[in-house]
Each structure stands twice: as C-alpha cells, then as structure tokens.
C-alpha cells in the first residue's frame, strides 16, 4: 500500500538576512559581545522567507506567539536580530550564544547557536544533536525532515527501533507468562492480493506470527464493529471503504513494516449486549502484552481522526549551519520557556497526548510492550527501555527534562509480572500492594466514555495479580489487604478564585459523583481523582524512624469476591450492595467548614460531645470565629472556624452543604512515627460513615479522616479520648 505523504523538508539553507546574521554571530563565540541588526520589515515578509524555505526564518516565525503577532501589526518598526551570549554554562567543548528576534529584544524565545568542538568526547554534550553523526542516525535525519509523521521514511526508523528493542531489551522481550493462547480473533492484512480489504481470522489459525494492536479512541463517531450479526460477513471480507481513518492508518502502519496481523478491539470483540466483552476483557495482558508493539493515535479525539499528521519539520529541527574539521556550529531550541516541540509539548509526549486520558488506554499503554505514539507533530516510540522519537533517539540519555515528572508505567508491568510466583504469598502480596495503589491513583485520572467500564479497564492487570498470587478481589479492593484499600480518599479540584471574599459555588471544588448501586466503600463508585493514605516514609532525602502500628480494626466479614467486570453486570448479581462488616473504635462526630486563603475549602472533625475549657488548649488551639453567614455554602453551619494547632481532617467523598448530626468515625488504624528532626507523631486514619437506616449497625461511607498529634501526649486521641470499647459496624 502507498505511504501517506513522501514529500520532505530541504534543511540548512538560509535566506540572504539569515546567512549573513549567521556569519556575523560566528565571529562573536570567543568574547562577550553582542550585536544587533535590522532583519526582515515585517511578519508577513518573516513567513513568506519560511514558506520559500529559510531554516532559521522557520524557527523564528515558530518561536513567535499569538499575543506579540497581534502587537507587531500595530508597530511599523522592522523586525531586529539580537545576538548575545547564551544562558547556558560555557565551556571549551561548546559555545553558546543566543539568537532573538522582534520590535524589543524578547518578543521571541531564544534560538541557540552552538559550536561544538569536534573531539571523541563531544558526541556525549547534553545539547549533542543527531545531525553531528549522521552516520549513526540516517534513518532518523530523514525522518526529521519528513513533511508527515506516517512518510515513508517513518517506517525504516520504525524497523530500526524494532530491531534494536527486540534484540537488545530483555526486559522487553518478556512476554506474558500462564500463556491464554493466541488473541481470540485477528485481522488478517495480507488476504487480498489486489485488495485493501482485510477479514476476520481465528488467532490459533495465525501460528506464532507477530501481531499489531491499536490503542485509539473511539469517540463519538460509531466506528465499523463486529456483531453476532456480521460475524461470518467479516470471515468472509472487510471492505476497506468501511474502516474509519484511524484503522485504515493503523492498517498502513502494519504493511509497511511487513506485519501481516492486527488486532482492533472493535473489530476483533464481538460488540453489543450478546457479544464476548465480558470473557475478553480479562484476556487483554495476552493481547497486549505479546503484541509486537501497539500503533497509538495519540492525537486523535475519534476514530476518523487517523494517526497522521502534517508537520513543519524546519520550524523544531536543529540546524546545521557550518562544520569543518574542527568545530560544528549548528542552532537549536534553547532550553528554556519553550524547548524542543517533542520533548516538553503537553499533548505530544507519552503521558500527556490526548489519547493517554482514557482509562482503557492505561491498561494497553502498560502491558504493550512497545508503544508508538502518532503525536500531533512526532513519533515517539516508548518501550520499557525509555522513549525514544527522530530528534533524540538515544535510549541511554534522559529524553525529557527532570521538571516534567515522566512516569515510566510500563515498568510497573514488569515490577508485577516479576512479582514471586507463589500463592498467598506474603512478601509477594506487600509489593503488589505498593504497585496497586501507584496504578489506581494514576487510573483514577483518566476518563471513561461508560462509567460501568471501572473495573473492565484494568481487568488485563487484575488478572496477573489473581494468576501469580492467588488472590481475590470486591468491586475493586483486593481481600488479602482490604483494610488499606478502605483507605481511599477524593482529591477535590480546586476552583479559581480572585479574591477569598468571592462566593464558592454550591458544590465547591467538587467533580465526584456517585455511581449507582456500587458499594460505597469501593473507589469503583466514584468518577473523582483519588489517592490512598500511605505510611509515613522520607521525604526530600530526610530519614524517618520505624513505623509502628499501635492499633488495627478487625475484618469480622469480608465482602464477596467479584470479577473486574463491567460494573452493570456485578451490580445485577447482587440484589443490594454487598457489605464489609468491621470491628473498631467507634465515635460520633460532626463536620465543621474551615476558611483558608481563598474561602471554604475544607472540613474538619469534631467529636459530637463537650469540649472542657480544660480540654481545649492541649486539644485545640484557640480559633477565631469568621462571619462567613453571607457565604451559600456555610450559611446552614453554625460554626465557622480558621484551623486551629490541632487537626482532625474530614474529606468527604461527595459534596457537603449542609450539617449532618448522625456522623460516626471508624477508627481503621492508628501508626506512630518519629519524622525528622521532629517530635513523635500519632496518625489515626479511618472512615466517616452515615447510618442507612436499613439497620441499627449498618452504615454508608460519606468520606475518609485522619488525625495528627505530636504534643507532648500523643497517645491521647482528640476523636477517641479515652474510648476503649470496640463495636461492629456494617458498611455496604
């Protein structure tokens, strides 16, 4: 099949102004001079210069913001060149000076100008660029210059990075292990030779062939899917006109790298209420895992969007600008506010793109092995070595800046999967459990198109866990360590807000909602961000002594195992939500708003009973009272506080907007630590729950709470003082 787009940039050349602004600079490298110079008049002459080919011209022209074009309309003044030392720290091997241009001299980000000494040593700069070694890096110079991300250079750096991974990455030739087979059904590409068209085929039909799999997002555009209905149809042949954009592409991909096989969930999942998802979710680390690698449209909102894209190859490309036997000078993007577009653009990198905020999208991004990622203007390819893409192609150096906080998730597939094979086993189960609350949290912030997919998503992970370990799991805690899964906690989103006196909304800094029929004690009945209250451990480097459990509540009576399946189907199996019944100390209290900087953003816990004038200051430092009666949302509260010494913390898991008086905490477990350089201090974590009704002792969670104390008697509990008797409660 014809590959989209052959066409490529021409680089290093330059208009007349560039080249003699280029030679002038070159002269300066040596001292600390600077110099300035008329350039082109204006911004439409700046363009037409990029559009007829300047390299440098392309650079400023992308270097340049929405807010300073509308300013330089307005300014008759021409456009001048500044040229001055560079920010970066100098040294004989490399040379710096930086490159601006504008009306004033930081209207454009800098340009860098470097001149690398040629020595044995200079390939190895931090700002070593891969066109000093072309030699080593002709595949990706030319995919540099490609004019569309899915050009035929493309594939031939593609099979490079393949190869290298596949014969040199152990980690990355670890497949799946407790094989279930082949992918239940693939697409065959190879099956008309006069044809696009593909067809459906059994995967045991396709031996041990590699397999492609699509990672993409459906979107509200309803792509072609198989049904029970048009099974034998699609057996028979798949027209190619019926594909949506983002197959066809994927399809593209796979026959230029001669794969023959291709798995698409839509086409290869009998869709609907009598299809297979619910047998083939649980299947998908066999699928993913023993994929030769996942094709990503990581740009793409829909099916129809496609993995391809148009791309200005001059306008992020480094530059050669001269090299002779002793030094290559050559421009590239300083790294500053806006450094290279691939390295640090939000919706291009892995982990970022759009594609990488749907919640299926975690799961196949872990277990592939190797991801390619068709961004909006650059091909990363990411396996469990790194990432990699044209313009830094070198496993062994860091391809993004430490500020960006790139998490590796495919690691945390290894980390499972070398996990000790051994059922129940209780070292095994602590580093699962480690592992587990990293993915929840970080699944927690994707999106779902169907809220009943919570658990189906991460079912593929789930089932290394229940294979290896021999554990089981209820609407998404697992039994073995279910008392700190409890310990689940909404994070609210902020709001903006100007000025601390402005009205909050009614519902606050609040997007969690509740789901139907869930059990309320699982982080499955909530659509908000979460994360888990975790032990105690170093932070910036300081050491922490031992953490010590001085009390545990008792699981008296574990819910029932459950699938990860679509949650419909769990909540049908049970005629109410099931119920986790535990025994601990026990104390009525009650919720009080505090004001922080910008208004009302929080609650804490009181215990529902008088506070002694002898109790107060050793428990709760003096508080003023605020008149915030005008506020909607603290209007129904009778007792508005600022934070005091002491804290008692409620975080609801839905929003609060008025008082409730039947609040019971659950005391879950009580730790002490010694922090550094810090006295001893006593956490007490556990549950906010409201009675159902139903029952005297059954209950519903509404939220989490945690107690600090490090004053001189640490053991004396503000929520429990004094209490020593232990009740069951029913939680459901």
């Given at each position: 099949?014809?590959?989209?787009?052959?066409?490529?940039?021409?680089?290093?050349?330059?208009?007349?102004?560039?080249?003699?602004?280029?030679?002038?600079?070159?002269?300066?490298?040596?001292?600390?001079?600077?110099?300035?110079?008329?350039?082109?008049?204006?911004?439409?002459?700046?363009?037409?210069?990029?559009?007829?080919?300047?390299?440098?011209?392309?650079?400023?022209?992308?270097?340049?913001?929405?807010?300073?074009?509308?300013?330089?309309?307005?300014?008759?003044?021409?456009?001048?060149?500044?040229?001055?030392?560079?920010?970066?720290?100098?040294?004989?091997?490399?040379?710096?000076?930086?490159?601006?241009?504008?009306?004033?001299?930081?209207?454009?980000?800098?340009?860098?100008?470097?001149?690398?000494?040629?020595?044995?040593?200079?390939?190895?700069?931090?700002?070593?660029?891969?066109?000093?070694?072309?030699?080593?890096?002709?595949?990706?110079?030319?995919?540099?210059?490609?004019?569309?991300?899915?050009?035929?250079?493309?594939?031939?750096?593609?099979?490079?990075?393949?190869?290298?991974?596949?014969?040199?990455?152990?980690?990355?030739?670890?497949?799946?292990?407790?094989?279930?087979?082949?992918?239940?059904?693939?697409?065959?590409?190879?099956?008309?030779?006069?044809?696009?068209?593909?067809?459906?085929?059994?995967?045991?039909?396709?031996?041990?062939?590699?397999?492609?799999?699509?990672?993409?997002?459906?979107?509200?555009?309803?792509?072609?899917?198989?049904?029970?209905?048009?099974?034998?149809?699609?057996?028979?042949?798949?027209?190619?006109?019926?594909?949506?954009?983002?197959?066809?592409?994927?399809?593209?991909?796979?026959?230029?790298?001669?794969?023959?096989?291709?798995?698409?969930?839509?086409?290869?999942?009998?869709?609907?209420?009598?299809?297979?998802?619910?047998?083939?979710?649980?299947?998908?680390?066999?699928?993913?895992?023993?994929?030769?690698?996942?094709?990503?449209?990581?740009?793409?909102?829909?099916?129809?969007?496609?993995?391809?894209?148009?791309?200005?190859?001059?306008?992020?490309?480094?530059?050669?600008?001269?090299?002779?036997?002793?030094?290559?000078?050559?421009?590239?993007?300083t790294v500053l506010l806006k450094a290279r577009v691939s390295c640090?653009?939000?919706?291009?990198?892995?982990?970022?793109?759009?594609?990488?905020?749907?919640?299926?999208?975690?799961?196949e991004r872990m277990l592939s092995p190797r991801t390619l990622f068709?961004?909006?203007?650059?091909?990363?390819?990411?396996?469990?070595?790194?990432?990699?893409?044209?313009?830094?192609?070198?496993?062994?150096?860091?391809?993004?800046?430490?500020?960006?906080?790139?998490?590796?998730?495919?690691?945390?597939?290894?980390?499972?999967?070398?996990?000790?094979?051994?059922?129940?086993?209780?070292?095994?189960?602590?580093?699962?459990?480690?592992?587990?609350?990293?993915?929840?949290?970080?699944?927690?912030?994707?999106?779902?198109?169907?809220?009943?997919?919570?658990?189906?998503?991460?079912?593929?992970?789930?089932?290394?866990?229940?294979?290896?370990?021999?554990?089981?799991?209820?609407?998404?805690?697992?039994?073995?360590?279910?008392?700190?899964?409890?310990?689940?906690?909404?994070?609210?989103?902020?709001?903006?807000?100007?000025?601390?006196?402005?009205?909050?909304?009614?519902?606050?800094?609040?997007?969690?909602?509740?789901?139907?029929?869930?059990?309320?004690?699982?982080?499955?009945?909530?659509?908000?961000?979460?994360?888990?209250?975790?032990?105690?451990?170093?932070?910036?480097?300081?050491?922490?002594?031992?953490?010590?459990?001085?009390?545990?509540?008792?699981?008296?009576?574990?819910?029932?195992?459950?699938?990860?399946?679509?949650?419909?189907?769990?909540?049908?199996?049970?005629?109410?939500?099931?119920?986790?019944?535990?025994?601990?100390?026990?104390?009525?209290?009650?919720?009080?708003?505090?004001?922080?900087?910008?208004?009302?953003?929080?609650?804490?816990?009181?215990?529902?009973?008088?506070?002694?004038?002898?109790?107060?200051?050793?428990?709760?430092?003096?508080?003023?009272?605020?008149?915030?009666?005008?506020?909607?949302?603290?209007?129904?509260?009778?007792?508005?506080?600022?934070?005091?010494?002491?804290?008692?913390?409620?975080?609801?898991?839905?929003?609060?907007?008025?008082?409730?008086?039947?609040?019971?905490?659950?005391?879950?477990?009580?730790?002490?630590?010694?922090?550094?350089?810090?006295?001893?201090?006593?956490?007490?974590?556990?549950?906010?729950?409201?009675?159902?009704?139903?029952?005297?002792?059954?209950?519903?969670?509404?939220?989490?709470?945690?107690e600090e104390r490090s004053y001189r008697d640490p053991l004396s509990?503000?929520?429990?003082?004094?209490?020593?008797?232990?009740?069951?409660?029913?939680?459901?």
């Open positions: 099949m014809a590959t989209r787009g052959g066409r490529s940039a021409k680089p290093n050349q330059f208009c007349q102004r560039c080249n003699e602004l280029l030679q002038k600079a070159q002269t300066i490298f040596d001292d600390s001079s600077r110099f300035e110079c008329k350039h082109w008049p204006d911004i439409n002459a700046l363009s037409e210069s990029a559009r007829k080919g300047c390299h440098l011209c392309s650079m400023f022209v992308d270097n340049i913001s929405d807010r300073t074009r509308e300013d330089w309309k307005n300014d008759p003044q021409p456009l001048r060149a500044v040229v001055r030392q560079g920010q970066e720290e100098r040294s004989p091997e490399c040379m710096q000076l930086d490159l601006t241009l504008g009306k004033s001299a930081w209207d454009t980000y800098p340009i860098s100008l470097h001149r690398h000494q040629r020595t044995a040593t200079s390939s190895k700069l931090r700002c070593a660029s891969i066109i000093e070694k072309k030699d080593v890096y002709q595949e990706e110079n030319e995919l540099a210059m490609a004019l569309m991300t899915g050009a035929r250079p493309a594939y031939a750096t593609i099979k490079k990075w393949l190869q290298t991974c596949q014969s040199g990455h152990d980690d990355c030739k670890m497949a799946q292990s407790n094989k279930s087979g082949r992918p239940t059904r693939l697409l065959d590409l190879d099956a008309f030779r006069k044809s696009a068209d593909i067809k459906l085929v059994n995967g045991t039909d396709t031996g041990t062939s590699q397999y492609v799999t699509l990672s993409y997002c459906w979107g509200g555009v309803n792509p072609v899917t198989l049904r029970t209905t048009n099974i034998n149809d699609f057996r028979v042949r798949i027209p190619w006109s019926t594909l949506p954009q983002t197959m066809k592409d994927a399809v593209t991909v796979c026959r230029n790298l001669a794969v023959r096989y291709l798995w698409i969930d839509a086409l290869c999942i009998i869709q609907g209420a009598d299809g297979d998802f619910s047998t083939e979710a649980p299947r998908m680390e066999a699928v993913y895992a023993d994929s030769a690698f996942t094709v990503a449209a990581a740009f793409s909102n829909n099916s129809e969007g496609g993995c391809f894209r148009s791309v200005s190859p001059l306008q992020r490309s480094d530059c050669l600008v001269s090299q002779d036997s002793k030094y290559t000078v050559l421009l590239k993007y640090t653009a939000f919706d291009n990198i892995p982990g970022y793109c759009p594609l990488d905020s749907r919640g299926w999208v975690y799961q068709f961004g909006k203007d650059e091909i990363h390819w990411e396996c469990r070595k790194g990432v990699i893409c044209a313009y830094e192609p070198d496993f062994q150096k860091p391809h993004f800046p430490p500020w960006l906080n790139y998490t590796p998730v495919k690691h945390n597939y290894i980390r499972i999967r070398s996990l000790e094979t051994k059922p129940h086993s209780a070292d095994a189960i602590k580093q699962f459990q480690r592992l587990w609350v990293s993915v929840i949290e970080a699944y927690s912030r994707t999106n779902l198109s169907f809220a009943q997919d919570k658990l189906a998503a991460i079912a593929g992970l789930a089932s290394i866990a229940q294979q290896k370990l021999a554990i089981e799991a209820s609407f998404g805690l697992w039994l073995p360590f279910i008392l700190d899964d409890l310990l689940w906690e909404v994070e609210p989103q902020q709001p903006e807000q100007k000025d601390w006196k402005e009205e909050p909304t009614e519902n606050r800094n609040w997007v969690a909602v509740s789901l139907t029929g869930i059990p309320s004690w699982s982080w499955a009945s909530t659509n908000a961000n979460i994360s888990f209250i975790h032990e105690p451990g170093p932070k910036t480097g300081r050491p922490i002594g031992d953490v010590e459990k001085l009390y545990v509540a008792t699981v008296t009576a574990s819910p029932p195992p459950t699938m990860f399946i679509g949650l419909d189907t769990l909540v049908s199996q049970h005629s109410t939500p099931p119920a986790v019944r535990i025994r601990g100390h026990l104390s009525k209290c009650r919720a009080t708003p505090y004001q922080a900087r910008f208004g009302l953003c929080g609650f804490d816990l009181q215990p529902d009973r008088p506070i002694s004038e002898a109790e107060r200051p050793k428990h709760y430092a003096p508080y003023k009272r605020e008149n915030l009666q005008t506020h909607s949302f603290a209007k129904h509260f009778n007792n508005v506080v600022q934070r005091g010494r002491f804290n008692c913390v409620f975080q609801p898991d839905l929003p609060v907007t008025k008082p409730t008086d039947d609040l019971m905490c659950v005391l879950i477990q009580r730790i002490r630590y010694k922090p550094y350089d810090q006295p001893v201090t006593v956490r007490d974590v556990g549950l906010v729950v409201q009675p159902t009704g139903a029952k005297r002792t059954q209950y519903r969670r509404v939220g989490i709470y945690t509990s503000f929520m429990f003082l004094g209490s020593k008797d232990e009740k069951e409660v029913e939680i459901v």
